[in-house]
């Protein structure tokens, strides 16, 4: 079920079966010539409604910017500051709870949000344990799951890139988004990649990231990107991640 799909009688009957609800969290920025803006946010979105599908989760719209201030090199990217996303975070786990919600299960797309959402995560603890929300509240549990982060997708990144897999604008990231959206992908899945294989490395700040990875992407060779080897990644995390999601939810 997807949050935005129902009305407010829907949620509220929802609310009788289940406290728990699916939060798609991603980032807007650059994945390199052959992969879109919107690939972190667009995996996890693809996954969650996978999830919702399968379980009669609620899904709730998807946080599509995240913390992406080392992308703002490249055209299109954008960026929340950490201390921006992480209000967004707050908000919406309260905005939900106030209804009644009260297991948030946040499906992740971009690992630079890992710091943030944990941080916010921390300070919505504190809220409860410090007193300042009250002692009337339930408590709230919030649990951040990666998507590549499971078993079942690392065998198949390994399997079928290996060392190519690489750490931004990935091949698996990209095959899952040409699985979602086969037209988009054929339009940009021949673009020129020089060298096949990007380089490794860290960075600081925009300007430095983009002086060391001129065409955006970090260790990847996403020409080996498909639709097909997306639908296998898709299958396998809603399949991995649905367990999960429920493991969070029966957990006492
Ligand atoms: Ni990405």
Redesign the pocket.
Known sequence: MQLQLCTWQEVEAYLEGSTGIVIPIGSTEQ?GPTGFIG??ALCPELIARGLGERLDAMVAPTIATGMAQHHLGFAGTVTLRPSTLMAVVQDTVNSLARHGFDRFFFLN??GGNIATVSAAFSEIYAESSLGTAGHNRPSLRCRLQNWWDCEAVKRISEKRFGDAEGS???AS?ISLTYYGYPEDGARVAGAELSPKRAPKGTFYDAEDYRRRFPDGRIGSDPSLATAKIGKELYDAAVGDIATKYQDFLADS
């Open positions: 994945h690939t972190d797309g971009h931004h604008a990935a990231e």
